[in-house]
């Protein structure tokens, strides 16, 4: 099976744009969740997605939003960057949205906010 | 909610020599907690991991332990080898698929 991939791998925004980022999980895996990943901050959860319902968001600003597609395909949207918003933003798939079930990662996107 | 502390920050071995890290989480109600190893530039892979209801699992030089009651797990790496050498994160994950990850071990496993 192909791995979790995402789109775009690379990306250059200024302060106050908005970004759309992509991630298209393994075939067959209804639960996305998305991440964020800085040198200070480490790995954060951002939101999960499961048969187009947010189920579970971590601890950011409204800017951050998510949806889900009926194909199970996940978007992340960032509106009025910030400098802080540089990050890798990676996306992790699984079977189901449960806790116990592993989850995959795709190579991310990485924003840079100037 | 959950927390996920991990040491060492940093660690130096010796090629063929073991390490060890060690993650304490602060929710009983976690009840899986998988090992990822991140290379420079690329994604996190699973290892291994663990769930709740098993005190250790061990996959060829990988080994994982748990103990709920004191609410820590640790990964062993045994004979180390230059590969090995890449930032490992542990991680914790109750209820939906949310995993509440360390802030990474960087290990260099010098020839």
């Known amino acids: 099976k192909a791995g979790v991939t995402q789109t775009p791998r690379y990306l250059i925004k200024t302060r106050g744009q908005q970004v759309t980022l992509s991630c298209s999980p393994i075939?067959?895996?209804?639960?996305v969740s998305w991440y964020q990943q800085t040198p200070g901050q480490g790995l954060q959860f951002l939101f999960e997605y499961f048969s187009e319902t947010q189920r579970n968001k971590g601890n950011f600003p409204g800017r951050f939003s998510g949806r889900q597609f009926s194909n199970s395909r996940s978007e992340m949207n960032v509106s009025t960057l910030e400098l802080g918003d540089s990050a890798l933003y990676l996306c992790?798939?699984?079977?189901?949205?449960?806790?116990?079930?592993?989850?995959?990662f795709g190579p991310g996107t990485r924003l840079l906010v100037l | 909610g959950e927390n996920v502390e991990q040491h060492p920050s940093t660690l130096s071995v010796q090629e063929g020599d073991s390490a060890v890290i060690k993650c304490t989480y602060s929710?009983?109600?976690?009840?899986?907690f998988p090992w990822y190893k991140q290379e420079l530039g690329k994604r996190p892979q699973l290892i291994i991991d663990i769930r709740s209801n098993v005190g250790e699992k061990k996959d060829q030089r990988i080994a994982v332990t748990l103990n709920k009651t004191a609410k820590h797990f640790s990964l062993h790496i045994t004979e180390t080898q230059p590969e090995d050498s890449a930032v490992y994160f542990c991680a914790a994950s109750k209820g939906y698929s949310t995993l509440t990850f360390g802030k990474g071990t960087m290990l260099l496993v010098s020839p």
């Open positions: 929710d009983s109600a976690s009840n899986y």
């Open positions: 992790a798939s699984s079977p189901l949205s449960d806790s116990r079930e592993t989850q995959y």
């Open positions: 075939s067959g895996h209804r639960s």
